[in-house]
């Protein structure tokens, strides 16, 4: 069985910084892909980033320039270093994988305040 389990979440000012982990069961050597999610009451899960085997990233624009994902496959990690964090980035923010047909965590709430 697969599980995905977010941390890191919290309270923060507008232009501070945050970084979220997520820790897969499963060793990140087999799973090429992995992504970062979030959302807000009222709407769909959006993506924020995907982060694939060899490193290779891309972002969503609102966040392009400000986050950085990456993952440590020996740790079984996927990190989300956000910065110059902004009230419209508070959100529940979710780890996914496609492996299974797609593998979610529970979620970690990020909440920037003005």
């Known amino acids: 069985q697969v599980w995905l389990v977010e941390s890191g979440g919290g309270s923060v000012q507008a232009g501070g910084s945050l970084r979220l982990s997520c820790r897969a069961s499963?060793?990140?050597?087999?799973?090429?892909?992995m992504a970062w999610y979030r959302q807000t009451p009222g709407n769909q899960r959006e993506l924020v980033a995907n982060?694939?085997?060899?490193?290779?990233?891309n972002y969503t624009d609102p966040v392009k320039g400000r986050f950085t994902i990456s993952r440590d496959n020996a740790k079984n990690m996927i990190y989300l270093e956000m910065n110059s964090l902004k009230t419209e980035d508070t959100a529940v923010y979710y780890c996914?994988?496609?492996?299974?047909?797609?593998?979610w965590g529970q979620g970690t709430q990020v909440i920037v305040s003005s």
């Open positions: 996914k994988s496609k492996v299974n047909g797609g593998v």
């Open positions: 982060i694939w085997r060899d490193g290779s990233a």
């Open positions: 499963l060793s990140l050597f087999r799973i090429n892909h």
